[in-house]
């Protein structure tokens, strides 16, 4: 047996003994899932088909989502470990592509801190597997910049948007430059009501020889309408948007980074304190799963998925290729019926990257 098969059978073993292994997981998914749990974003790279009833379906792009929706539509309360490893298909620029991923998806857990550093764990078994004994780990944390957007000096209206963003460094800057040249609502006369306006554009849409009952409706219209009226008069302060700008350009070594926002924030009334010892202390199980670990924390990072909610992080190799990635996801659960929010945590680690970083 050469060294490839040896490891992918170590690794087997692994998945085997970490939890209970996934065995239901079907290749054809609703799509509608993803676009709905995950975001527009994710669902751009699902390998997708339609069924002859109409309803879109794709191939397995993931294990976290079909894992927690078996896992809820089973009524399942008490903790559970489940563990995969299979084939992943997503879309790439050069059309769709199949990978193996190996993951540990934890259910249910009574804290948060020891469910992440059991996933940290895990990673670090199987990253000794491969010999992987020096990675590039980048921490974030969702829970802090949405603890932060939650406290600034913002119309409520721009703070969806500045949230969907995150993540998205060209996206988020471009919107800072539309907030900073920001001239607020013009003084054209707008209609009093919604009703108002929907009379409006039936006239409109009538005379243009348009069917106001066919493509986008009338309301659909107004409503849109009204939605970026409400943004042009909502004015964000330049102090606020500094701020921001400040928070998420931080990236440095955990300790200099945590460093930085607590000067950042030293003289405002946002509490950064609890949110900085969880990561602090989850910096300190990562080093201790995996000693020659380079730890940074980006202030900026997300994976851009809806359902993360806490620390997030990914893993890199030599070539700077994400071997690892995962992080907390409490809101999944209660997005697929549970009453509360229910802590979360899992990893996806990329099979064949690992068997590079042997092999380099």
Known sequence: MNIVAQQHEALAALVKRAGTPSLDVPVLLPASDYFDLAGEEFGRRLVRTTGGDGNGWCMRPDFTLPIAKSYMADNCADPAAI???????????????????????????????????????????????????????????????????????????????VLRRFGNQKQMAELFERLQNHAG???????????????????????????????????????????????????????????????????????QALEKIKNL?????????????????????????MPGAQVNFDAGFSPRLHYYTG???????????????????????????????ICAAGCALWVKRLVGETKA
Do not use: C
Request: hydrophobic share 40%; net charge negative.
């Open 311 to 341: 620390l997030v992080f990914e893993i890199s190799g030599s070539a700077g290729k994400v071997l690892a990635s995962g992080g907390e996801y409490d809101r999944l659960l209660k997005a697929l019926g549970a009453k509360r929010d």
């Open 83 to 161: 563990t995969y490893l299979g084939q992943v298909f997503r879309q790439r620029q050069t059309g769709p592509v199949e990978f193996e991923q190996a993951g540990l998806e934890l259910l249910a857990q009574p804290e948060g801190n020891a469910a992440l550093q059991r996933v940290f764990a895990f990673i670090g078994e199987a990253f000794s597997i491969y010999d992987i004994s020096s990675p590039a780990v980048q921490l974030g944390s969702v829970e802090l910049f949405e603890n932060l957007l939650a406290t600034l000096d913002m119309p409520d209206v721009w703070r969806p948007r």
């Open 185 to 255: 609502m013009d003084n054209q006369q707008q209609p009093d009501t919604k009703e108002q306006l929907m009379e409006q554009i039936t006239e409109q849409m009538l005379a243009d020889g348009i069917n106001p009952l066919e493509g986008r409706r009338p309301e659909e219209i107004a409503d849109r309408y009204l939605e970026k009226q409400a943004l042009a008069a909502a004015l964000v302060p330049a102090k606020t948007i500094q701020i921001l700008q400040a928070y998420l350009g931080i990236s440095a070594p955990v300790d």
């Open 265 to 289: 924030f030293a003289s405002s009334s946002f509490d950064v304190q609890t949110g900085l010892e969880r990561i602090e202390k989850n910096a300190k199980a990562l080093h201790q799963t």
